[in-house]
Nanobody
Framework: QVQLAESGGGLVQARGSLRLSCAASQRVNGDYGMGWFRQAPGKEREFVAAISWSGGMTSYADSVKGRFIISRDNIKKTMYLQMNSLKPTDTAVYYC??????????????WGQGTQVTVSS
């Protein structure tokens, strides 16, 4: 079964940058999309960004458009989230997922355990 593992989280100051990685333990069967979600304390898990298998289609939440960039390397079986101009409101646990290309968490079959991102002011 496919397992996903996030890395790259940590503490960063506002206006700084951070890059998250999501590595798959094995090849995902079929042309799977991948996505990033995040959850802050006391809030619901929310969509951040998604990317199709080929990388030809991407989708971003309005709150991160123009600041975050999602990408993937299928040979390395790794997905990335480049986060720029970070704000304290970006503070959350970030999760990667694999499944359908969608903004809905229910469309994804596999999930990582999450990585903490904390943005200080």
């Amino acid at each position: 079964q496919v397992q996903l593992a996030e890395s790259g989280g940590g503490l960063v100051q506002a206006r700084g940058s951070l890059r998250l990685s999501c590595a798959a333990s094995q090849r995902v069967n079929g042309d799977y999309g991948m996505g990033w979600f995040r959850q802050a304390p006391g809030k619901e898990r929310e969509f951040v960004a998604a990317i199709s298998w080929s990388g030809g289609m991407t989708s971003y939440a309005d709150s991160v458009k123009g600041r975050f960039i999602i990408s993937r390397d299928n040979i390395k079986k790794t997905m990335y989230l480049q986060m720029n101009s970070l704000k304290p409101t970006d503070t959350a646990v970030y999760y990667c997922a694999a499944g359908a290309y969608s903004e809905l968490p229910s469309a994804y079959d596999y999930w990582g355990q999450g990585t903490q991102v904390t943005v200080s002011s």
